[in-house]
């Protein structure tokens, strides 16, 4: 069982930034991808960026292409995800998860976080 969780949450204005962490309980986290995901109040959580285990890997949503980073240090086993030029629209809860590939489906992934909530002011 791997335990994760999100800190780093906040209230920003637009173009204002925030950096994620998600933090894992067990070494053997190091071995599984993580994804972040993001649920707006009415609307289903939605992918967000993808690491690899090695950090060889990225996959990013459109709409945090360019804007968001994703990046992990196994050694401290967490994953970050660095959030720039932050929008309204990116106000949601933002949840990170653990699984064996960075997939853009959550049912692909084993563990998740219990979230952190990101408020954008305009």
């Known amino acids: 069982q791997v335990q994760l969780v999100e800190s780093g949450g906040g209230f920003v204005q637009a173009g204002g930034s925030l950096r994620l962490s998600c933090a894992a309980s067990?070494?053997?986290?190091?071995?599984?991808?993580v994804g972040w995901f993001r649920q707006a109040p009415g609307k289903e959580r939605e992918f967000v960026a993808a690491?690899?285990?090695?950090?060889?890997?990225?996959n990013y949503a459109d709409s945090v292409k360019g804007r968001f980073t994703i990046s992990r240090d196994n050694a401290k086993n967490t994953v970050y995800l660095q959030t720039n030029s932050l929008k309204p629209e990116d106000t949601a809860v933002y949840y990170c998860?653990?699984?064996?590939?960075?997939?853009?489906?959550?049912?692909?992934?084993?563990?998740w976080g219990q979230g952190t909530q990101i408020t954008v002011s305009s």
């Open positions: 690491i690899s285990w090695n950090g060889a890997n990225f």
């Open positions: 998860a653990a699984g064996p590939r960075p997939e853009v489906v959550t049912n692909t992934y084993y563990y």
């Open positions: 067990r070494r053997t986290a190091s071995s599984y991808a």
